[in-house]
């Protein structure tokens, strides 16, 4: 099994130090070298993990004073950032996919537009649910140019999509746009997720595009509001 990232393991055990009292608000953490000795990785790599504390205004860094810590942070929250998907955030053995639809077709005037494509351009329409620890977490309707996503197959859905876009055809991912709405829960959401259909649910609408700007990915994915948590922090430059 894939064993979550390293980078990820800090993010998260300097996470649970703030929530448990460990590192109190105004106090500075250990230095970069310090972590590194802690946590047994390079000084880059606990980096890498403290920066997703700071861009989401846990932790404050500044030249020449360290890194304090400014605020706890929500327990349950993940960072998810256009190119980090759920295996790379929580690790693999806790993720687990059900596909329900994985087709070629033409797409939509609507799909057609969030994609920049013609209607005339053929897409893989995918539906899946998504488990976490074997608990329901997500239902996914995902749309990807056949032109500009090449060779998907089944097998790649059970696993990362991303990780096959970056490692295996070699494209960047760049820039994501998403809006968040509340919904209602339909007959198919009810059955997946178990839960009453009717129920209040989140739904996030979402265009992900590469390095090159071109859209390869609009998805539709429905959460149960119990799990769902958005947290954004403004930075003034």
Same mark, same amino acid.
């Given at each position: /099994?894939?064993?979550?990232?390293?980078?990820?393991? @800090?993010?998260?055990?300097?996470?649970?130090?703030?929530?448990?009292?460990?590192?109190?608000?105004?106090?500075?953490? &250990?230095?970069?070298d310090e972590?590194?000795?802690? =946590?047994?990785?390079?000084?880059?790599?606990?980096?890498?993990?403290?920066?997703?504390?700071? #861009?989401?205004?846990?932790?404050? #860094?500044?030249?020449?004073?360290? $890194?304090?810590?400014?605020?706890?942070?929500?327990?349950?929250?993940?960072?998810?950032?256009?190119?980090?998907?759920?295996?790379?955030?929580?690790?693999?053995?806790?993720?687990?996919?059900?596909?329900?639809? !994985? #087709?070629?077709?033409?797409? #939509?005037?609507?799909?057609?537009?969030?994609?920049?494509?013609?209607?005339?351009?053929?897409?893989?329409?995918?539906?899946?649910?998504? !488990?976490?620890?074997?608990?329901? =977490?997500?239902?996914?309707?995902?749309? /990807?140019?056949?032109?500009?996503?090449?060779?998907?197959?089944?097998?790649?859905?059970?696993?990362?999509?991303?990780? =096959?876009?970056?490692?295996?055809?070699?494209? *960047?991912?760049? $820039?994501?746009? @998403?809006?968040?709405?509340?919904?209602?829960?339909?007959?198919?959401?009810?059955?997946?997720?178990?839960?009453? &259909?009717? *129920?209040? /649910?989140?739904?996030?609408?979402k265009v992900?595009?590469?390095?090159?700007?071109?859209? !390869? *990915? =609009?998805?539709?994915?429905?959460?149960?509001?119990?799990?769902?948590?958005? *947290?954004?922090?403004?930075?003034?430059?």
């Amino acid at each position: /099994m894939k064993k979550i990232a390293k980078y990820m393991e @800090i993010y998260l055990d300097i996470k649970k130090k703030i929530v448990n009292g460990e590192y109190k608000i105004g106090e500075r953490l &250990p230095t970069g070298d310090e972590l590194a000795v802690i =946590y047994h990785t390079s000084k880059l790599t606990v980096k890498k993990g403290v920066d997703l504390l700071v #861009s989401e205004g846990v932790l404050r #860094s500044r030249s020449g004073y360290g $890194t304090e810590v400014v605020r706890t942070p929500i327990d349950n929250s993940r960072v998810l950032g256009p190119n980090e998907g759920l295996f790379s955030v929580i690790g693999e053995e806790h993720v687990d996919s059900e596909i329900h639809t !994985f #087709s070629i077709e033409l797409p #939509s005037k609507k799909v057609a537009d969030k994609l920049s494509i013609s209607v005339k351009d053929y897409v893989y329409n995918i539906v899946r649910s998504r !488990f976490i620890d074997c608990q329901p =977490y997500s239902i996914e309707q995902t749309f /990807m140019p056949l032109a500009v996503i090449p060779g998907l197959e089944p097998k790649h859905l059970k696993k990362s999509v991303y990780a =096959y876009i970056t490692n295996e055809l070699g494209l *960047e991912i760049k $820039t994501s746009h @998403i809006r968040i709405k509340g919904d209602t829960a339909s007959e198919f959401d009810a059955k997946i997720l178990k839960i009453d &259909p009717g *129920e209040f /649910m989140i739904e996030i609408d979402k265009v992900v595009a590469l390095s090159s700007g071109k859209p !390869f *990915e =609009y998805s539709v994915s429905r959460h149960l509001y119990q799990d769902f948590v958005f *947290e954004a922090v403004f930075v003034e430059k």
